[in-house]
């Protein structure tokens, strides 16, 4: 079902791009938009996590430079029936994670400083439970190669502006096209991104409190996260406001309203949907966290409220420093 829904999803947003190409410069240019959008879906879907792990500074660590961290996501890529991904931390104070990666096989997850260090091992379990879910339903590769083709049609649409304007032949509609290319294909590409995006974040949400077993972990984090990306600013995200989708909470100042335009539900919503499969569920999901997560003698099993970064500093540094 996910490959046919990633097929589908690629599928409307290429034949969009050709329309916009059809707009702008008719036939010939409907075919240069064809050759430009498979290439770009052939080089997004080989080099687009290390680009976005190259925006975002992100380091990759081992069971050696982050044993804590490491362990984590190992325990719960063993829950999840998931090859072991990269592990990456990424040195910026605002909370948050995100996972990218083709497939199982070759995924990747982050987490920021910021998350390690203000939340609880069992909150960082729940974060990367999340994030695993979004590895394992392919969300990954669809939110990667969207948004790649969103901001292609939304270039193409300026491009318009001056290749398009004229009294060409190549132009069929005239100036309702341009408008057209300028204005409506760009929203619509950019609807479509967000809808996918809001949707797959409900799933992983459920999909990751089953990995970890317990989805009030998840909730607690997803709270922490929130007001942690309203007080801290992501000046790289700022900079790559393509990538922010990927992320488990909205990075981008002044933007956490759950309406149309939003890359994300609200977080209120979010937990509440969480607490209802508490409740539902009783107490856990059971199974939980192996043996080497996280344990209930306190966070980081050290009693801290602090990620295991505090003993290096504070807080302030990491062991990959």
């Known amino acids: 079902m996910n490959m046919i829904r990633t097929a589908m999803l690629l599928a409307f947003m290429t034949a969009l791009f050709m329309g916009v190409g059809y707009l702008v410069g008719g036939t010939g240019g409907m075919m240069i938009a064809l050759a430009i959008a498979a290439g770009m879906n052939l080089f997004s879907y080989w080099n687009a996590d290390k680009m976005v792990l190259r925006m975002h500074h992100a380091k990759e660590v081992d069971e050696r430079t982050a044993p804590e961290f490491y362990r984590i996501v190992r325990g719960l890529a063993a829950n999840a029936g998931l090859p072991m991904p990269r592990v990456y931390v990424i040195d910026n104070p605002q909370p948050n994670a995100f996972a990218t990666g083709r497939n199982p096989q070759n995924a990747a997850v982050a987490a920021t400083t910021g998350l390690l260090s203000r939340l609880s091992a069992e909150e960082v379990a729940g ?105 801290v600013v992501n000046q790289d995200a700022e900079r790559n406001p393509a990538t922010a989708h990927m992320f488990i909470i909205n990075p981008l100042s002044g933007q956490n309203m759950d309406n149309l335009f939003s890359t994300h539900p609200a977080t209120e919503n979010r937990i509440a949907a969480l607490q209802a499969m508490e409740r539902k569920a009783g107490v856990g999901l059971g199974g939980g966290m192996p043996p080497e997560g996280p344990s209930a003698g306190g966070p980081w099993g050290g009693g801290s409220a602090a990620g295991p970064w505090s003993r290096n500093g504070g807080g302030r540094k990491g062991p990959w420093s």
């Open 127 to 231: 974060v990367m439970a999340h994030e695993l879910a979004h590895v394992q339903n392919r969300d990954t590769l669809t939110m990667t190669i969207t948004a790649t083709l969103a901001g292609a049609i939304s270039m193409l649409g300026n491009f318009a502006l001056f290749f398009g304007g004229g009294r060409s032949n190549n132009n069929p509609f005239g100036f309702i096209g341009i408008l057209v290319a300028i204005i409506v294909a760009p929203l619509a590409a950019m609807l479509v991104q967000m809808a996918i995006s809001r949707t797959r974040e409900y799933a992983a949400d459920r999909r990751g409190a089953e990995i970890c077993g317990q989805p009030l972990w998840l909730a607690s984090a997803l709270g922490k996260i929130a007001r942690g990306a309203q007080q």
